[in-house]
């Protein structure tokens, strides 16, 4: 597995949580790392990406002030701190990896892990 994603679970409404996700086996630093979420029925929704120097995010509408995406690349991990949840963010978050990639572009991401279970309940 070339990446790794992790840290999901159950957290109530207005809660917080923070995802990991661990590269191995490639030059994780050179890449372009998103975030990506999925619930049954639905396409995959590009949720955040930063660029591989860690200067530079993208983030989607529905999550702009609420998610911040963290990188660390002496760890090779990238991560996803996501605040004010709301059962509209209860998917299975998955990170993926592009060298040239764009976060409505799933295709220009060719590294991809696998998925994390994120639930927002009361």
């Known amino acids: 597995v070339q990446l790794q994603a992790s840290g999901g679970g159950l957290v109530q409404p207005g809660g917080s949580l923070t995802l990991s996700c661990i590269g191995s086996?490639?030059?994780?630093?050179?890449?372009?790392i998103g975030w990506f979420r999925q619930v049954p029925g639905k396409g995959l929704e590009g949720v955040s990406l930063?660029?591989?120097?860690?200067?530079?995010?993208d983030y989607a509408d529905s999550v702009k002030g609420r998610f911040t995406i963290p990188r660390d690349n002496a760890k090779s991990t990238v991560y996803l701190q996501m605040n004010s949840l709301s059962p509209d963010d209860t998917a299975v978050y998955c990170c993926?990896?592009?060298?040239?990639?764009?976060?409505?572009?799933?295709?220009?991401?060719?590294?991809w892990g696998h998925g994390t279970q994120v639930t927002v309940s009361s």
């Open positions: 993926a990896g592009g060298l040239v990639a764009v976060l409505t572009e799933v295709s220009s991401f060719d590294r």
């Open positions: 086996g490639f030059g994780f630093n050179y890449y372009i």
């Open positions: 930063i660029d591989a120097n860690g200067g530079s995010a």
